[in-house]
């Protein structure tokens, strides 16, 4: 995805790029002396990794996807590769260097998948993400899937410096229409179509998208200018229920 779905010349923000746009914001200009962590969580398919990346480039923030093999010292090497630094020494170091090169920059962190931060329960590196809020000063957004709050209340000296807790939502009509523009361009899909694969997908955001790209191709094989639930019918979608195994002669 872009980091804007755009509609002629306007931009609109999907309700999930809103909403972590809002806590972005919040964090960055709270109070002093208030904690600055936040959290974004929601299932997988909402359009969390889209909003994280939507919310760094309009607010410049730092956006770093953690990974299921990482550790401390890779933690470091990608915020400073993000900051245009070449990371040096032992994992200590990094960890200095990191800290003054964040303090610097004074720049929201997004760390996307933040689960992966507390995979290890012996020295998990959600203890090196509360040490960077604590030295750097910046705010820090963690993102992750639905449990990541009641996950992190396993560490009490995280848990008390988190600000907010923001959960993703399953995409609306408003959001339905905005990626039906995005997705089929130039093709009318009309609201009981709309709400037809909304409710389908249960408002996941990435299924829709799938499903509009698939309804405008259709469409336009058809040489149809506006596609309603009555003219689809019971067309299948590209995506339906997973296929049963096949057996092995």
């Not at 919310?55 to 915020?79: K, N």
Request: proline share 4%.
């Amino acid at each position: 995805m872009t980091h804007a779905l755009t509609t002629g010349n306007s931009i609109k923000p999907l309700r999930n790029v809103a909403a972590l746009t809002l806590l972005a914001t919040e964090l960055m200009d709270r109070t002093f002396g208030l904690p600055g962590l936040g959290v974004f969580h929601g299932p997988s398919g909402l359009g969390k990794s889209f909003a994280s990346a939507s919310v760094c480039a309009s607010l410049d923030a730092i956006h770093i996807s953690v990974e299921s093999d990482w550790t401390a010292s890779m933690l470091y090497f990608a915020i400073l590769a993000e900051l245009g630094v070449r990371a040096k020494g032992t994992v200590a170091e990094k960890s200095y260097q990191c800290k003054q090169e964040l303090m610097r920059a004074n720049r929201l962190l997004i760390l996307d998948e933040a689960d992966y931060l507390i995979k290890k329960r012996a020295s998990p590196m959600i203890e090196r993400v509360r040490d960077i809020h604590d030295k750097a000063g910046i705010p820090i957004i963690l993102v992750g899937m639905e449990e990541l709050p009641q996950k992190l209340r396993q560490w009490e000296q995280v848990d008390n410096r988190i600000y907010r807790w923001v959960g993703a939502e399953r995409a609306d009509m408003q959001d339905a229409q905005m990626l039906a523009d995005h997705y089929a361009p130039g093709i009318n899909i009309t609201a009981d179509l709309l709400d037809h694969i909304r409710i389908r997908n249960d408002g996941v955001v990435r299924k829709m998208a799938m499903d509009f790209a698939y309804v405008a191709q259709q469409a336009q094989m058809m040489n149809l200018s506006t596609m309603s639930l009555d003219k689809w019918g019971d067309a299948p979608f590209l995506r339906n229920e997973a296929p049963t195994a096949r057996r092995v002669a």
